[in-house]
Nanobody, 122 residues
Framework: QVQLKESGGGLVQEGGSLRLSCAAS????????MGWFRQAPGKEREFVGA????????YYADFVEDRFTISRVNANNTVFLQMNSLKAEDTAVYYC???????????????WGQGTQVTVSS
């Protein structure tokens, strides 16, 4: 079983940047594909993007519009979500998740972190 813990959330003004981290632990943690999701108040959880187990492939939801970058350092079992040009509508709780397959449909992720709050002020 893989344990995930997000960090790096906070309050930022529109146009600003944040980098979220997701620390993974457990057997073969570095062999999992990793996804980022978010959930805004009153809305359903939505898929932000994903990175393959070796970092060689990434995928992003359309709303990202080249503002976000997902990367990973397997030596440290850490995945990052670099968010630039943040907008008020990016305000949400952000979650990382691990899955056995690189899934761009946003399903098939078996392990989840507890989330970190990102608030973008306008």
């Amino acid at each position: 079983q893989v344990q995930l813990k997000e960090s790096g959330g906070g309050l930022v003004q529109e146009g600003g940047s944040l980098r979220l981290s997701c620390a993974a632990s457990g057997p073969s943690a570095s062999s999992y594909a990793m996804g980022w999701f978010r959930q805004a108040p009153g809305k359903e959880r939505e898929f932000v993007g994903a990175v393959a187990w070796n970092g060689g492939i990434t995928y992003y939801a359309d709303f990202v519009e080249d503002r976000f970058t997902i990367s990973r350092v397997n030596a440290n079992n850490t995945v990052f979500l670099q968010m630039n040009s943040l907008k008020a509508e990016d305000t949400a709780v952000y979650y990382c998740a691990a899955g056995e397959s690189f899934d761009v449909a946003g399903v098939g992720y078996d392990y989840w972190g507890q989330g970190t709050q990102v608030t973008v002020s306008s």
